[in-house]
């Protein structure tokens, strides 16, 4: 089964997903920050080395 969640944090994305990979025996498979974004989807400079996405693989099995 795969789950999907979109889900916002207030600037702790990265520590949070970090800590659920622990959690959960995963791994982040994919870190995507506004700084990667494409010149066209521009963002604040204080943004820059924020989380936009993040991918999380689990072992675990329900």
């Known amino acids: 089964m795969?789950?999907?969640?979109y889900l916002t944090y207030d600037g702790n994305?990265?520590?949070a997903f970090?800590?659920?990979a622990r959690c959960f025996d995963g791994r982040v498979t994919m870190r995507a920050r506004?700084?990667?974004a494409p010149r066209d989807m521009?963002?604040?400079p204080?943004?820059?080395d924020k989380m936009m996405r993040v991918r999380l693989k689990?072992?675990?099995r329900c």
């Open 2 to 5: 795969q789950f999907v969640a």
């Open 13 to 15: 994305a990265e520590a």
């Open 18 to 20: 970090d800590f659920y």
């Open 34 to 36: 506004y700084g990667d």
């Open 42 to 44: 521009p963002s604040p």
């Open 46 to 48: 204080e943004m820059r």
């Open 58 to 60: 689990s072992a675990t």
